[in-house]
C-alpha cells in the first residue's frame, strides 16, 4: 500500500532538542555506574537537506545519528529531550509505533555491511524485506527498484547481484548493496553510518555521487555521520562538529571548512598525515612473494594473477587498489589461509607452506596481522590483559606476573598505559581499541606484521596517532609491514615501496617515489585523482573529469 502523506508542519523535519544519552557500565571490581555519553545536543533538519555529524572515534556521532529511531544500542538509553521526527516526539511512541518507524520513515545504512547482513540468506531477499515488510509496494516493484539502484551505485552484474550470498560479494560491494537497501523503501530520512569508510577512493566516488543524486530526486532527508571531512563536505548542506558527547560547532558546509571557529575544527580541517622518509631496498628481501596466482575453492577463476612482490627487512610495502582487486586475498595467500596454485613464498630465508596448518609455530609467530575491524577481531568478553597475554601465553609460556609485566609494556609501548590493563573492548574507543590489536601483535616478536585496512574506520586525528605509533614501532624493533589500504595519502604517509593492484593483478610496482610520479598507467592516474579534497564541489568536478577521461579512451 501507499506510504501516508506526512503531516503538514511549519516545523522542521527532524528537530532533536537537549538529547541527553546515557550508557552503565559495570567495572569488574567496582559499583555499576552511569556515563552521560551525549550531553544536550540540539539540531534540526529540513527535507532534502544534508546535515554532517563529524568527530573523533567516541565523540557521539552514531549514537545521536540512531535516535531519530528511537534507538540506542548496546545498553544505551535516551534518558532527556525530545526527538520530533514528521511533526511527533517519536520517543512518545509505544514499542509498535516504533517499530513501524524504523524501515519506513527511518533507514540507516551501518558501517560494518559484513556484520549487518545475515550470512544464510540472499542478498535481494535483504534489500527488499523492509520494503515488503512496511507494505511500500509489491515484490516484484521492489526487485525492480533494487536493481536499478545496483545500477546506480555501479554494482556489478546488477540483475543478477541479488542472486548471491553476502560472501560472495567484497566488503566495498556489500557497502553498496546496504546502501541500495537503505534506499528501497523510499524513506523520509536516511541514516548514513560511515557509508563509504570500507570503499577504495574510485568506488567512494560512485558512492557519494549515487547518495547526492538519490537525495536531490526523492527529497529525503539525510544524516551522514562520517571521520572524513572531506568526503561529508561533498554531501552535507551543514555540519555539526561533536567531541566528548557535545557540540563543539555547527555551520554551513563552506564555514566550517573555510573558515572554522572553534580550536578543534581547526585540528581537524587542518588533519595532514605524516611524513614518512622513503628507505632504499637493502639486500635480501624478508618476504619473497613469486609469481603466486590463486582461486578460491580450487576454482578456475584466479582472483590473483602471477603476482610478485618484496617487502625488505624494516620497511613498509603498501598494497593499494579499489575493493575486489586483490588485496586481502594477497593476505590470504601469504597467511597460508589461501593456498596458491601456482608461485611460491618465501620468508625470512625459507620457503613457507602453502597451508596454514602446515606451517610451524615459529612461522605463526613471526608473521601476524592486524585487521581493520578491531569490534569483531576482539573477544568482548576477555580483559585487554587476557586479549594481549595470549599470545605471551601461546608463543612464550609467559604465566602470572611475568606475563602482567609484559602486557604493562606493550600497552606502555602503544600509549596507553597500565590503567587500561582491566578494560573490556565496549570500555575502549575505536583508536584504543586498534592499539590493543597492535599490542597483541606485537607481544609475539614478529618479524612481519601485516596491516589490512587499519585506519580506514579511524578519525585523522586518531588514525595520525595510529601511523606514527607504527612508524615508531618499526624504527624500535624492526619490523616489516605489508600495508593494505584504499587511502592514498595513507600510502604517501608509510611506504618505502608500493603495490598498484587491479582485477588480481599488480599493474604498478616499485619505490614510492617513482610510484607515485608521472607518467602513470590509466588506473593508478585515476586512483591518484580520487583521493577527496578539503574543496566545495570538488566531488563534482571529479566526476566530470571521470567522463571527459572516458570519453577521450
Known amino acids: 500500500m501507499p506510504k501516508e502523506p506526512m503531516p503538514v508542519t511549519d516545523k522542521p ?30 539540531l534540526a533538519l529540513e527535507k532534502g537537506k544534508v546535515l554532517g555529524l563529524i568527530g573523533e572515534s567516541g565523540a557521539g556521532k552514531s549514537t545521536i545519528g540512531l535516535s531519530p529511531m528511537a534507538y540506542g544500542r548496546g545498553g544505551v538509553r535516551i534518558t532527556g529531550g525530545e526527538v520530533w521526527l514528521n511533526g511527533r516526539d517519536i520517543l512518545k511512541d509505544n514499542a509498535r509505533k516504533k517499530r513501524k518507524l524504523r524501515g519506513r520513515e527511518v533507514c540507516y545504512v551501518a558501517q560494518s555491511a559484513a556484520a549487518a547482513f545475515n550470512p544464510a540468506h540472499r542478498l535481494m531477499d535483504q534489500v527488499v524485506e523492509a520494503t515488503l515488510k512496511h507494505g511500500v509496494s509489491s515484490r516484484r516493484e521492489a526487485e ?26 567484497s566488503g566495498g ?6 546502501t541500495a537497501m537503505a534506499l528501497c523503501s523510499q524513506p523520509d530520512l536516511i541514516i548514513f553510518d560511515e557509508p563509504t569508510t570500507a570503499l577504495d577512493v574510485t568506488t ?16 529525503v532527508a539525510a544524516l551522514y555521520i562520517t571521520h572524513d571531512l572531506a568526503v561529508v563536505a561533498q554531501v552535507s548542506d551543514e555540519i555539526m562538529v561533536l567531541r566528548h558527547g557535545k557540540t563543539v560547532e555547527w555551520g554551513k558546509t563552506r564555514q566550517i571548512v573555510d573558515d572554522p571557529q572553534e580550536t578543534y575544527t581547526q585540528q581537524l580541517v587542518a588533519a595532514r598525515h605524516v611524513e614518512h622518509g622513503e628507505q632504499s631496498p637493502d639486500g635480501t628481501p624478508l618476504l619473497s612473494v613469486k609469481n603466486v596466482t590463486a582461486a578460491y575453492g580450487g576454482g578456475s577463476v584466479n582472483v590473483l594473477k602471477n603476482v610478485s612482490v618484496d617487502i625488505q627487512p624494516g620497511q613498509t610495502l603498501a598494497v593499494v587498489g579499489e575493493s575486489g582487486s586483490g588485496k586481502s586475498t594477497l593476505a590470504r595467500a601469504i597467511t597460508g589461509l589461501l593456498p596458491p596454485k601456482e608461485g611460491s613464498i618465501n620468508f625470512d ?43 605471551l601465553e601461546f608463543y612464550f609460556d609467559m604465566r602470572g606476573k611475568e606475563r602482567d609485566r609484559r602486557v604493562a609494556e606493550l600497552l606502555d609501548k602503544i600509549e596507553m598505559g597500565s590503567g587500561f590493563i582491566d578494560r573490556y573492548p565496549a570500555e575502549l574507543s ?29 578519525d585523522p586525528l586518531v588514525a595520525n596517532g595510529i601511523l606514527k605509533l607504527l612508524l615508531e614501532l618499526q624504527k624500535e624493533e624492526g619490523v616489516s609491514y605489508l600495508f593494505i589500504t584504499h587511502d592514498i595519502a595513507t600510502v ?22 617513482q610510484v607515485l610520479s608521472p607518467p602513470y598507467d590509466n588506473y593508478t592516474q585515476l586512483l591518484l585523482s580520487s583521493v577527496p579534497e578539503m574543496e566545495i564541489g570538488w566531488l563534482e568536478k571529479a566526476i566530470a573529469g571521470r567522463k571527459m577521461a572516458a570519453a577521450g579512451n
Open 349 to 391: 630465508g625459507r620457503e613457507l607452506s602453502s597451508r596454514l596448518a602446515q606451517r610451524s609455530k615459529e612461522d605463526l609467530r613471526e608473521l601476524q596481522m592486524i585487521y581493520q575491524m578491531a569490534d569483531v577481531a576482539m573477544n568482548p568478553r576477555q580483559t585487554v590483559a587476557t586479549i594481549i597475554g595470549r599470545p
Open 144 to 169: 525492480k527498484r533494487a536493481v536499478e539502484l545496483f545500477r546506480k551505485l555501479s554494482l556489478p552484474d546488477p540483475e543478477n547481484i541479488g542472486k548471491r550470498y553476502p560472501h560472495q560479494v
Open 204 to 219: 567512494q566516488i560512485d558512492v557519494l555521487a549515487a547518495i547526492k543524486e538519490a537525495i536531490r530526486d526523492t527529497g
Open 492 to 513: 604517501r604517509a608509510i611506504a618505502d615501496s608500493i603495490a598498484v593492484m587491479y582485477r588480481g593483478e599488480v599493474v604498478r610496482y616499485g619505490p614510492k617515489s
Open 430 to 458: 575505536g583508536g584504543q581499541k586498534q592499539r590493543v590489536c597492535i599490542a597483541r601483535a606485537l607481544a609475539a616478536k614478529p618479524k612481519l606484521i601485516i596491516c589490512d585496512e587499519v585506519t580506514s574506520a579511524l
Open 13 to 42: 523535519f527532524l528537530d532533536i532538542r537537549n538529547l541527553r544519552i546515557e550508557v552503565t557500565v559495570y567495572p569488574p571490581d567496582d559499583a555499576p555506574r552511569d556515563i552521560v555519553i551525549v550531553d544536550d545536543v540540539s
Open 173 to 178: 560491494q556489500l557497502q553498496r548493496v546496504m
